[in-house]
């Protein structure tokens, strides 16, 4: 299924998002504490790079700490899973968040809260002020309803259910195209539309006329409000072309966009499905995964063709074209290395015209986002060394009811059995600023 100009690339999964005018803000902060910061170890004793997560409010410091022990606790996560299929696929009113109150209180004020933005409009404008109250440019906003293979056999036998799965795709889509602000990304979930939408996607055939309208109008309302798109790779079976191949995808893609002379947008992720994606797609080791996803990110922002990223022939220009990009990625190395390509570029003067930035999901990898933004909120910071622009920072927050939630929940802490031991890193993070808080109260008050 494609839509206008929407190109997909990623390491071993990825998405793509329609290019728009995005603005290069330069600040007055000097590139050099920066940079330190990001290429030395250990770093500077500066204390105001030492407590990156000083910004975040005591409760969700609480929060995080609670959720990330629990999910980086191979032995807690388990039944913390059993539970969550049991709320997502619920066989009783009891085990119903939408029918049991308490449940749905329960549910509301810890783990939703955690990775999920909110119910409503208030709720979720609430939240992106929080995030941007951070330092954070914006947020990446989706829609949490999705429709899975097989789950409404409705909508498969019958042409009016399948429509209205559609149009409840393009009503919740439109409302969250509304709730983001300016400058704020909406991700398109292609298999929100429903049953025929995932036969659709699987047979990589073109969208029917009413799904197409209705991106059509999506695109149309993002456009009059200054939102930008970002379509969701989700997974290889309904959006083809990345994981290992993601390289060669890519070349052909930037190439594809030299020559029809666009800027191509690009949104890198490693891929999260390791235990569902076909295992031959996949790098053979984590190793090979992280190389490539920093490679291919160095590349890009050089705009240099590598071992890594090769021209598709020999005859392509050595100089990549116009292209912007989102790292999207919870890893602390590969944002540390693409922060520190970009820092050394100011350092050197270069007017570097790829527009960067950086995504992580609500409620994961804080210390990353924050790590980011640390020394950047005070140009008092500067001690004169060229002016570099303050880092692009994302959250992705998902928002809908808590019913709606639960798949979104259910997949965030399966995928996480992949990655417990970047979580211990978040919650040692966590711990260690609980701690830091705990110390200055108590000297405080002696
Ligand atoms: C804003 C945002 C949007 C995203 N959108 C999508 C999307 O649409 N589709 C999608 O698939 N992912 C998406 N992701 C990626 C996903 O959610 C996780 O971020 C990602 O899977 C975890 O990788 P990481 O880079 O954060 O960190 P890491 O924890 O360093 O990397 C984990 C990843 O490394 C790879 N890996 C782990 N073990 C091995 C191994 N043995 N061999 C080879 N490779 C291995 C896997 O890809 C695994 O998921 C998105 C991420 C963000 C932040």
Known sequence: MKTARAVRVGTTGANSR?????????????????????????PPPRKSLAAPLAKLPFSSVLRSLLVLSVSSSPILLKPCIYTLSHLAHPRSAFWDVSKNPLLN?????????????????????DSIRNIKQLGCRGVLLGYAREVLVGENQ????????????????????????????????????????????????QKEADPTE?????????????????????????EQAVQPGYLRSTPATLARHLETARQEGYTLGVKLVRGAYMKTEPRHLIWAKKEDTDRCYDEVVEA?????????????????????????????????????????????????????????????????????SCELLEGFENAENSVGASPVAAPNVFKLLTWGSVQECMGFLLRRAIENTEAVGRTKDSQVAMFAELKRRCRNAFARSN
């Open 210 to 234: 009413f799904m197409d309208s209705s991106i059509l109008k999506v695109c149309d309302l993002a456009i009059s409000r200054g939102v930008r798109l970002l379509v969701d790779a989700e």
């Open 300 to 368: 890009l922002l050089t705009r240099k063709y590598n071992s890594m990223l090769q021209a598709p022939t020999k005859d392509t220009p050595a100089e990549l074209p116009s292209l912007d990009v989102i790292i999207a990625t919870h890893n602390r190395d590969s944002v540390r290395k693409a922060h520190a390509i970009r820092m050394e570029q100011a350092v050197r003067g270069e007017d570097y015209d790829v527009d960067l930035s950086y995504a992580q999901l609500q409620g994961m990898a804080d210390e990353v």
């Open 18 to 42: 329609f290019v728009s005018g995005t603005s290069n803000t330069r600040s007055s902060v000097a590139a050099s504490n920066i940079l330190q910061q990001f290429t030395q170890s250990p």
């Open 154 to 201: 409705d909508a498969a036998r019958d042409e009016k259910a399948a429509m209205a799965e559609i149009q409840m795709w393009f009503d919740g889509t439109m409302r969250t195209v509304d709730m983001a602000q300016q400058g704020d990304f909406v991700a398109l979930k292609f298999t929100g539309m429903g049953t025929d939408a995932l036969r659709l996607l």
């Open 105 to 125: 209180f329960l549910v509301k004020h810890t783990i939703y809260k955690q990775f999920n933005a909110g119910e409503n409009k208030v709720e979720v404008q």
